[in-house]
Nanobody
Framework: QVQLVESGGGLVQPGGSLRLSCAAS????????MGWYRQGPGKQRELVAT???????NYPDSVKGRFTISRDNAKNTVYLQMNSLKPEDTAVYYC????????WGQGTQVTVSS
């Protein structure tokens, strides 16, 4: 069974950084479009970053310049580097593999608070 496992979440102060990882088993990530989403308390899930198989990235304005998505094909892992974190970045972060049907990880909690 294909699995995506996120890690790297935690509690960080405003202005701090975290790097999330999404590791895959039983599937080769490199050929797929991958994305990171988040869902804050009482909010809908929203897209925060995507990366194509060719390495093209895309971000919404809310995180552009602060978040960076990348992939290490040798490790079959996708990352989300988050810098200059704000309290409004607090959410559960999920990675998504754009297969048919799509595959989601279980999520990792990120809390930005002083």
């Amino acid at each position: 069974q294909v699995q995506l496992v996120e890690s790297g979440g935690g509690l960080v102060q405003p202005g701090g950084s975290l790097r999330l990882s999404c590791a895959a088993s039983r599937i080769i990530l490199s050929i797929y479009l991958m994305g990171w989403y988040r869902q804050g308390p009482g909010k809908q899930r929203e897209l925060v970053a995507t990366i194509t198989s060719g390495g093209t990235t895309n971000y919404p304005d809310s995180v552009k310049g602060r978040f960076t998505i990348s992939r290490d094909n040798a490790k079959n892992t996708v990352y989300l580097q988050m810098n200059s974190l704000k309290p409004e970045d607090t959410a559960v972060y999920y990675c998504k593999l754009f297969s048919t049907p799509p595959i989601w990880g279980q999520g990792t909690q990120v809390t930005v608070s002083s």
